[in-house]
């Protein structure tokens, strides 16, 4: 009788978050142009409903984390995507967040294959692996086209963590508001 009850709850609060949320504000005019070009529907990303998808995954899975990356056989601009708490790692240094690990799974010639980012401050990390070994980047056509160690300035992470309640059971992780569901 109770099973849909949490769906509900998940999806009324991120149409509720979506709907009250007000375009961003920007000082300089120059940071709010790139802003609406990045999420545009010629660039096809769609500011609210990533922040949507990010609310209900933060919900059901209790934390995650905005990642940003420059493809520009896409696009000009970057390429925001939010991963779950299942595809995330949070790497800390005294409870600072030092880097933010992304896994994907890409499956090629019927091979499962993970894609490792390592996001830290001014640098992105990847590695491929394939059944537990690190194998070179150009195993797969969708990372071929990556480099192993990549450097930008600014002493920023290009990633967020999201999470809204802590977890009393794993220290530094978000809680799901499904935790306390029997």
């Known amino acids: 009788i109770h099973t849909a009850i949490p769906a509900l709850i998940i ?20 940071d709010g142009e790139i ?39 896409l696009s000009q601009y970057p390429i925001w995507e939010f991963y779950p708490g299942s595809k995330v790692e949070v790497n800390r240094t005294h409870n600072v967040i030092t880097e933010i690990i992304f896994y994907t799974e890409i499956v090629e010639n ?46 920023y992470i290009a990633a967020i963590y999201v999470k809204y309640w802590d977890n009393p059971k794993f220290k530094g992780r978000g809680k799901s508001i499904l935790a306390g569901k029997i």
């Open 110 to 155: 019927k091979r499962k294959y993970t894609l490792k980012e390592t996001y830290g401050k001014g640098y992105i990390v990847n590695e491929l692996y394939y059944e537990n070994h690190v194998v070179d980047l150009t195993a797969t056509k969708a990372t071929s086209g990556l480099e192993s160690r990549v450097e930008f300035e600014g002493n």
């Open 11 to 30: 999806d009324t609060h991120a149409n509720i978050l979506v709907s009250s949320l007000n375009s961003p504000t920007f000082e300089d005019e120059a």
């Open 35 to 73: 802003f609406n070009s990045t999420f545009s529907h010629d660039n096809n990303q769609d500011f609210k409903e990533l922040i949507k998808e990010a609310d209900t995954q933060v919900l059901i899975e209790g934390d995650g984390a905005f990642k940003c990356s420059w493809d520009t056989s």
